[in-house]
Nanobody
Framework: QVQLVESGGGLVQAGDSLRLSCAAS????????MGWFRQAPGKEREFVAA????????IYADSVKGRLPISRDNAKNTVYLQMNTLKPEDTAVYLC????????????????WGQGTQVTVSS
């Protein structure tokens, strides 16, 4: 069982930056591919970014490519989402997820989920 706890969300203005963190409670964090997803009110959960166990392979949603880089520190059991040049349309609950499989964007392929952290971007 893997427990994931997100932090770092908040209320910011358009153009600001945030860094989200997701801490995992497992001794085998380095075997998991990790992903970030988001869900806005009234909308389906959507993929944001994901990376492989080593961090060597990353994938991004087109809407965030180049603006929300994902990274991980296996020594700290933590995955990060650096959020730059935030836009009002980035407003959502951001969730991290873990899978033993290959890095993917498909929600159903992830086995473990955190509770999420709210990011609100005002215009």
């Amino acid at each position: 069982q893997v427990q994931l706890v997100e932090s770092g969300g908040g209320l910011v203005q358009a153009g600001d930056s945030l860094r989200l963190s997701c801490a995992a409670s497992t001794r085998t964090f380095s075997v998991y591919s990790m992903g970030w997803f988001r869900q806005a009110p009234g909308k389906e959960r959507e993929f944001v970014a994901a990376l492989s166990w080593s961090g060597g392979n990353t994938i991004y949603a087109d809407s965030v490519k180049g603006r929300l880089p994902i990274s991980r520190d296996n020594a700290k059991n933590t995955v990060y989402l650096q959020m730059n040049t935030l836009k009002p349309e980035d407003t959502a609950v951001y969730l991290c997820a873990a899978t033993r499989g290959w890095v993917v964007s498909t929600t159903s392929r992830y086995e473990y989920w955190g509770q999420g952290t709210q990011v609100t971007v005002s215009s």
